[in-house]
C-alpha cells in the first residue's frame, strides 16, 4: 500500500460536517422556531402589554419584562441544547449515521462535535436576538454586567449541552430519549420560571434557580445588575454551573454509545 | 495477494456464537458472495472484515493491513454500505455525498458518482423523500465515494421491488467493471446466483461451501431434468437407452426425463428423429437454494 501511514488533517471534514449540521439545523422548523424564534416572539408579545413595561415595586423597582427576560432566555437554551441535541443524537444513533460513519476514515466523533458546536451558535443567536429586541423594541437595557452575563450565558449553555449529550448516551433509543428529555425540560423550565414567574415561586424553587442550569438566577442579575445578597454569590453560582458543565460532560463521553 | 483474507475467525457475543469458523479470500476484481440465512453470521463477518468490531479469534487482513490496527489506512481503501444505515432525513442527496467526499484523501468527484448511479436529478431531494431503491442508489454512492479498492455491500435489495432490484443488480455489475472488487452479503439465492463469481455459503457460523454459482448447484446434485407432453403412444425406452438418460417415468400426460451431461440435446434430437412432437417442454435444474438445503441440511428461509 503506497499511501503512507500519516493521518490526514481532520479540518476539511470537520468544516464540512459543521456546514452540514447547521443547514441540517436550519431546516428544522421545530428547532428553529422554538428555539430562536419563539422566545424573543413570547417577550415581545408580553411586553405589548402595557403594564409589563411599568416599573412595580412588587419586583424590586423593576419591570416585569425585566424580570421575565432571563427565563425567556432560558426557554430558548432549553428546547436547543436539552431537547433538539439529544433528539439528533439519538437518532443518528438509532438510525446508523453514527455506524455508517465509523466505516470511514472519519471517526463519528466529529459529527457529535459538529453538532455541539452548531447548537452551541444557535444558542447564542437566540440568545443575540433576545437581548438586542429586548434592548430596541422593549428598551431593557443589555446586561448591566456584560463579561459576567456573557460568562453565565457560556457556562450556562455549556451545562444544557452537556446534560442533553448524558441524556443521549444513555438512552437506549430515540424514543426514550425523547422522553428523558422532556423530563429534564419540564423540570429545568419550571426552575426557570416559565410555567410561573419566578417572583411567585415558592422560595425553594427560586433558590434552585442559582444553581440548576443553566443558572436563570445569576443570568437576571447580571443582566440587571441586582445581586441578590441573600443568595449565593455570583462566582460560586458560575463555578456551580461549570461544575455540572464538566460532570456531565465526563459522564457523556464515558458512558456514550456509538450503536 | 487477495484482496480480502479471513482465516478461522471466531466471533462471540457473550455466551453467545456469531461467527464459529469463517474462512475465504477475495480476489481481485471479483465479485464474492457471502450468503445465508438471517442469523448466520454474514454482517458479523463483514463487520470484523470492516475493522467494525474487535476478533475473538482468527485473523482478518484487507490489502494485507489489519483493519484494527491500520484504521485509517484500510478505510480509505475499503467501501462499506451497512445493512439498514440511514442518513439524516433532510440532508440532501448532493450535499450527502460531498460530506463523505470529504472524509477521504483523494475522493471520486461527486457529480460522476450521481451521473454513473443515475441519481443526478435527486441532487437537491431531502434524504426522506427517496425512494427505498434510491436510497440503497445513495448509500452505494457513498460507498464508492472514496474510490475504494473493494466494496462491502450488505443486503442491498432487501425491501427493493423487482424492477429496483434488477437496476441495482445491473448497477453492482458495473461498479465491478469501473474494476472494483465487490463483497455482496445476501440472503437471496437469485441475487448471488445472478452476481457473483464466487461465494461462500455460510450457516450457523461457519462456511458450508465455497465456490462458483453453478459448481455449489453441481456439487449439491448434478442431475438436471427435462418434461415435456407427448403423445399417448410415445415409447419411452427410445430415451432410456440413451448414455445422458438415468430414468423417464410418464406423469399423467407428461414425460419426466431425468440425467446430466448435456441432457436437453439428447432428448431433443431424439424427439426430432422420431418426429415426435413434445409441446411444453421445461428444463429444470436446482438451483442455489436446493444446493443450500442439500449442503446444509437446512431450508434458507
Known amino acids: 500500500m503506497s499511501t503512507g501511514t500519516g493521518r490526514r488533517p481532520l479540518t476539511p471534514?470537520?468544516?464540512?460536517?459543521?456546514?452540514?449540521?447547521?443547514?441540517?439545523l436550519l431546516r428544522e422548523p421545530l428547532s428553529v422556531g422554538?428555539?430562536?424564534?419563539?422566545?424573543?416572539a413570547i417577550l415581545l408579545g408580553i411586553g405589548a402589554i402595557p403594564v409589563t413595561r411599568e416599573p412595580s415595586p412588587e419586583f424590586g423597582g423593576l419591570r416585569f419584562v425585566e424580570i421575565w427576560a432571563p427565563t425567556a432566555l432560558v426557554l430558548g437554551m432549553g428546547i436547543l441544547c436539552v431537547q433538539h441535541l439529544p433528539s439528533v443524537l439519538a437518532t443518528y444513533r438509532e438510525n446508523g449515521v453514527l455506524r455508517r460513519m465509523?466505516?470511514?476514515?472519519?471517526?463519528?466523533?466529529?459529527?457529535?462535535?459538529?453538532?455541539?458546536?452548531?447548537?452551541?451558535?444557535?444558542?447564542?443567536?437566540?440568545?443575540?436576538?433576545?437581548?438586542?429586541?429586548?434592548?430596541?423594541?422593549?428598551?431593557?437595557?443589555?446586561?448591566?454586567?456584560?463579561?459576567?452575563?456573557?460568562?453565565?450565558?457560556?457556562?450556562?449553555?455549556?451545562?444544557?449541552?452537556?446534560?442533553?449529550?448524558?441524556?443521549?448516551?444513555?438512552?437506549?433509543?430515540?424514543?426514550?430519549?425523547?422522553?428523558?428529555?422532556?423530563?429534564l425540560y419540564m423540570f429545568l423550565m419550571l426552575v426557570g420560571g416559565v410555567f410561573l414567574p419566578r417572583v411567585f415561586l415558592?422560595?425553594?424553587?427560586?433558590?434552585?434557580?442559582?444553581?440548576?442550569p443553566p443558572g436563570v438566577q445569576l443570568l437576571l442579575e447580571s443582566w440587571s445588575g441586582t445581586a441578590d445578597a441573600s443568595g449565593l454569590s455570583q462566582l460560586v453560582q458560575l463555578a456551580i454551573m461549570a461544575g455540572v458543565a464538566v460532570a456531565a460532560a465526563v459522564l457523556a463521553a464515558r458512558l456514550f454509545r456509538w450503536e | 495477494?487477495?484482496?480480502?483474507?479471513?482465516?478461522?475467525?471466531?466471533?462471540?457475543?457473550?455466551?453467545?456464537?456469531?461467527?464459529?469458523?469463517?474462512?475465504?479470500?477475495?480476489?481481485?476484481?471479483?465479485i464474492f458472495g457471502i450468503l445465508g440465512p438471517n442469523g448466520a453470521g454474514k454482517t458479523t463477518t463483514v463487520e470484523c472484515v470492516a475493522g467494525l468490531r474487535p476478533v475473538d479469534g482468527g485473523a482478518v487482513s484487507v490489502l494485507g493491513r489489519d483493519p484494527r490496527l491500520h484504521r485509517d489506512e484500510v478505510r480509505e481503501r475499503l467501501g462499506v454500505q451497512l445493512q439498514e444505515a440511514r442518513l439524516p432525513d433532510r440532508i440532501r442527496v448532493g450535499e450527502a455525498l460531498r460530506l463523505y467526499a470529504s472524509f477521504y484523501r483523494s475522493p471520486a468527484d461527486p457529480d460522476q458518482l450521481m451521473e454513473m448511479l443515475r441519481i443526478t436529478d435527486k441532487r437537491d431531494t431531502a434524504y426522506r423523500k427517496l425512494s427505498g431503491g434510491q436510497k440503497q442508489r445513495v448509500s452505494i454512492a457513498l460507498a464508492l465515494v472514496g474510490r475504494p479498492t473493494v466494496a462491502v455491500l450488505d443486503e442491498l435489495t432487501t425491501g427493493l421491488d423487482p424492477q429496483a432490484r434488477r437496476e441495482t443488480w445491473d448497477l453492482v455489475e458495473s461498479v465491478r467493471d469501473s474494476g472494483v472488487t465487490i463483497v455482496l452479503v445476501t440472503h437471496f439465492m437469485d441475487e448471488a446466483e445472478r452476481l457473483c463469481d464466487r461465494l461462500a455459503l455460510?450457516?450457523?457460523?461457519?462456511?458450508?461451501?465455497?465456490?462458483?454459482?453453478?459448481?455449489?448447484?453441481?456439487?449439491?446434485?448434478?442431475?438436471?431434468?427435462?418434461?415435456?407432453?407427448?403423445?399417448?403412444?410415445f415409447d419411452e425406452r427410445l430415451l432410456t437407452g440413451l448414455p445422458e438418460v438415468s430414468?423417464?417415468?410418464?406423469?399423467?400426460?407428461?414425460?419426466?426425463?431425468?440425467?446430466?451431461?448435456?441432457?436437453?440435446?439428447?432428448?431433443?434430437?431424439?424427439?426430432?428423429?422420431?418426429?415426435?412432437?413434445?409441446?411444453?417442454?421445461?428444463?429444470?435444474?436446482?438451483?442455489?437454494?436446493?444446493?443450500?438445503?442439500?449442503?446444509?441440511?437446512?431450508?434458507?428461509?
Open chain 1, 34 to 40: 422554538l428555539g430562536m424564534l419563539l422566545p424573543t
Open chain 2, 247 to 301: 430414468s423417464a417415468h410418464r406423469d399423467g400426460g407428461r414425460l419426466r426425463v431425468t440425467g446430466r451431461g448435456n441432457l436437453l440435446h439428447a432428448v431433443t434430437s431424439v424427439l426430432a428423429r422420431e418426429h415426435v412432437l413434445a409441446e411444453d417442454l421445461r428444463v429444470e435444474r436446482s438451483n442455489l437454494d436446493d444446493a443450500f438445503v442439500a449442503l446444509t441440511g437446512r431450508s434458507l428461509r
Open chain 1, 13 to 24: 471534514a470537520l468544516n464540512r460536517l459543521v456546514v452540514t449540521e447547521a443547514r441540517l
Open chain 2, 1 to 30: 495477494m487477495p484482496i480480502i483474507d479471513v482465516r478461522n475467525l471466531h466471533k462471540r457475543y457473550g455466551e453467545k456464537v456469531a461467527v464459529d469458523d469463517v474462512s475465504f479470500s477475495v480476489e481481485e476484481g471479483e
Open chain 1, 102 to 183: 465509523s466505516t470511514t476514515p472519519v471517526h463519528p466523533g466529529m459529527v457529535l462535535a459538529a453538532q455541539l458546536a452548531v447548537v452551541f451558535a444557535a444558542t447564542v443567536a437566540s440568545g443575540l436576538l433576545l437581548v438586542l429586541s429586548a434592548w430596541l423594541v422593549l428598551d431593557v437595557e443589555p446586561p448591566r454586567q456584560p463579561l459576567l452575563f456573557a460568562a453565565a450565558f457560556l457556562v450556562g449553555s455549556a451545562s444544557l449541552i452537556a446534560l442533553g449529550t448524558l441524556v443521549a448516551a444513555v438512552a437506549p433509543s430515540a424514543s426514550a430519549s425523547n422522553g428523558m428529555s422532556m423530563v
Open chain 1, 202 to 212: 415558592p422560595d425553594v424553587l427560586v433558590r434552585m434557580g442559582e444553581f440548576t
Open chain 2, 202 to 233: 455460510i450457516d450457523q457460523g461457519r462456511v458450508a461451501a465455497l465456490d462458483t454459482p453453478a459448481g455449489l448447484v453441481d456439487r449439491a446434485d448434478p442431475e438436471q431434468r427435462v418434461t415435456f407432453r407427448v403423445p399417448a403412444g
